[in-house]
């Protein structure tokens, strides 16, 4: 089967092992909890889990639970009945209901309070839920995936969170590493951003010279991905010619990764996963290699066939031409070929 990425770009080693787990549970019903810093696309993957799977085109419903008001929580997440409380004027189908067939996304789990963690852990057990004021349990049909970004075995041990909860969310969990981990992510993900607002500018894409690359590779990014993002729309906004120096990068992260010359170069992207090459370009990989049943020498000798048919085919035959689009000289192409004829 193959993985919509929704547009989570990646390559590094780390997001591809993601990746072969998301593959495998998202069709499956199970519960899923994705933990992670901040700004590493938590939500992002709850929506590819979500595409991945066979509900894919039932209702998608997201709630933070972080965000609502504790005694609203409540009725949000299982809705009520006219009169329940106060301003219940109408009845109202909550979160769950309006999930039935699809997937209910609990993001900030661990901000839950404990009496409403135990009606969770109740339609975990029991497929049903109850509305505030309600007279009846009724039956969905729900596929709970949750978030968080504290460390819930912790939450459990301080007493903040049920440990019954925590084993029923955690079947399957899915960690999503912090950016500092995902070595030549950065810089794949900071053009990708650049790019994308760029476009949005109108503007030629950005170029970050290689002491920004540098700058940009040291840095710890502890807000992640959503602060690289706000970062390179920054550049895009504040930056006068083509190039990014370091001198445009804000004095806080020049100041956090201290004197540019002694930086080491820039990580280079992992070698990727073919499942998450976004971009449909893979660098090549062992596993490459064993599936044409080639050596290195035969493997990098066909790329290299396949270049020079395509330049020459591009230039109509002309060598000139086919070597100033292949980056060689016309003497070392007519070498090459010359070669490939015995
Ligand atoms: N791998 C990625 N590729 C492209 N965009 C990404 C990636 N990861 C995150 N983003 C973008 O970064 C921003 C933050 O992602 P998201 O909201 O999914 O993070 P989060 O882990 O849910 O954060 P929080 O814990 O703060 O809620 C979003 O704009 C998202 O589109
Ligand atoms: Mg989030």
Not at 120 to 145: N, P, S, T, Y
Not at 236 to 256: E, F
Request: proline residues 6%; hydrophobic residues 40%; charged residues 30%.
């Amino acid at each position: 089967m193959e993985l919509k990425t929704n547009g989570i770009i990646g390559q590094s080693t780390t997001l591809a092992e993601v990746f072969r787990v998301l593959l495998k549970v998202a069709p499956t019903d199970s519960t899923v909890l994705v933990t992670g810093e901040s700004g590493t696309g938590k939500e992002l993957l709850v929506r590819a889990l979500h595409a991945n799977s066979l509900r894919a085109d039932k209702p998608f419903v997201p709630i933070n639970c972080g965000a609502i008001p504790k005694e609203l929580l409540e009725s949000e997440l299982f809705g009520h009945e006219k009169g329940a409380f106060t301003h219940a004027i109408r009845s109202r189908p909550g979160r769950f209901e309006l999930a039935d067939g699809g997937t209910i996304f609990l993001d900030e789990i661990g901000e839950m309070e404990l009496s409403l963690q135990v009606k969770i852990l109740r339609v975990l057990q029991e497929k049903e839920i109850e509305r505030v004021g309600g007279i009846g349990a009724k039956k969905v049909d729900v596929r709970i995936v949750a978030a968080t970004n504290r460390d819930l075995e912790q939450e459990v041990s301080k007493g903040l969170f049920r440990e019954d909860l925590y084993y029923r969310l955690n079947v399957i969990p899915l960690h999503l590493p912090p950016l500092r981990e995902r070595g030549g992510d950065v810089l794949l993900l900071a053009e990708f951003f650049l790019q994308r607002f760029c476009e949005k500018k109108q503007r030629p894409t950005l170029i970050l010279a290689p002491n920004a690359r540098k700058v940009l590779s040291a840095y710890r990014w502890p807000g992640n991905v959503r602060e690289l993002e706000n970062f390179m729309e920054r550049l895009s906004i504040l930056v006068d010619g083509d190039v990014v120096h370091p001198a445009d990068l804000p004095q806080k992260i020049l100041n956090a990764v201290g004197d540019v010359a002694e930086l080491p170069e820039p990580t280079p992207p992992d070698a990727p996963a073919e499942v998450c090459a976004p971009h449909g370009f893979a660098w090549p990989t062992l596993e490459d290699l064993g599936r044409h049943h080639m050596g290195l020498k035969e493997f990098l000798d066909t790329i290299e066939d396949k270049l020079l048919e395509e330049a020459l085919e591009k230039s109509d035959g002309v060598k000139n031409q086919a070597a100033e689009l292949l980056g060689i000289k016309r003497t070392t192409l007519i070498e090459k070929l010359k070669k490939k004829m015995v």
